[in-house]
């Protein structure tokens, strides 16, 4: 039986009342990315989400999802202080309009609010040393993970731990070392693996919807690793519960966005 409790809700409330996200994410070749990255944090129960991206990626995702909000970066930076957390990278891509991009979010994001670095945004962090002085969650694979520590990927893959504390010590945040055990260290170095998941989730778009997860708990108040380590655990069991109708091999980064409501019934 596990110990994970959702945010409260409120009755006495409106959509400002569970948090705003602000999701810069997606690219020409990532629209994917973008919708699933933002949608997902809607459904672990924030209230507003925002994708700050390019005119051909709001094109394409407003047409599928018509519950958010959708800017251009510009608009999402001058907009930034009225959010409760900021989600980068997914589907970000890594050329020159990107690299800014994420170093203007750096400079201009106020430092009480949490922020969430995913995939690209981690390849540009680990290219370019970038530093912020926020309460920040990161979320490598073990490739990634490697470009950050500049280290083999066999140095990380013989010790996650090790690794995931390294991480945390380098980048002053908490890390989810995503892997099918994933590791979660808080900036005390304490250590959580998650002991749930499985082959399912190892699909392209899987690592969106997580980001998009712990972003939306964030945005409900929750502290960055409470938020990681509830957000893991939901993802993970959403991926278990949809391999028992769909099984291990056919489930969709998509389909999982459908299966996070029955993995909140699990600990409510």
């Not at 900021?86 to 201009?108: A, E, F």
């Amino acid at each position: 039986m596990c110990n994970f409790k959702m945010p409260i809700r409120e009755q006495n409330s409106n959509k400002g009342t569970f948090g705003k996200v602000l999701n810069f994410c997606g690219s020409g070749n990532f629209i994917g990315a973008a919708y699933l990255s933002t949608v997902s944090s809607l459904k672990v129960g924030a209230g507003y989400s925002a994708l700050a991206s390019t005119k051909e990626v709001i094109t394409s995702v407003s047409s599928i999802l018509p519950e958010i909000v959708y800017l251009s970066r510009k608009e999402g930076l001058t907009q930034i202080k009225n959010f409760d957390v900021v989600l980068i990278g997914c589907g970000l891509g890594t050329n020159r309009l990107s690299q800014k991009l994420m170093k203007d979010v750096l400079h201009k994001i106020p430092k009480e609010l949490p922020l969430v670095i995913d995939a690209d945004g981690l390849n540009i962090l680990a290219q370019f040393q970038l530093k912020s002085e926020n309460n920040f969650v990161i979320t490598p694979h073990p490739k990634e993970a490697s470009r950050l520590l500049d280290c083999s990927l066999e140095v990380v893959l013989n010790d996650l731990v090790g690794a995931a504390k390294k991480l945390t010590q380098k980048y002053n945040c908490v890390t989810v070392l995503k892997t099918h055990r994933t590791v979660i260290c808080d900036k005390d170095f304490k250590i959580y693996i998650n002991e749930h998941g499985n082959s399912a989730l190892a699909k392209a778009g899987s690592g969106d919807v997580l980001a998009g997860m712990i972003a939306g708990l964030l945005a409900q108040g929750m502290e960055c690793y409470e938020a990681s380590k509830l957000g893991v655990y939901l993802h993970s069991v959403a991926g278990e519960i949809a391999s028992e109708e769909l099984t291990e091999y056919s489930v969709l980064a998509s389909d999982l966005i459908d299966y996070i409501p029955e993995a909140i019934k699990t600990i409510l």
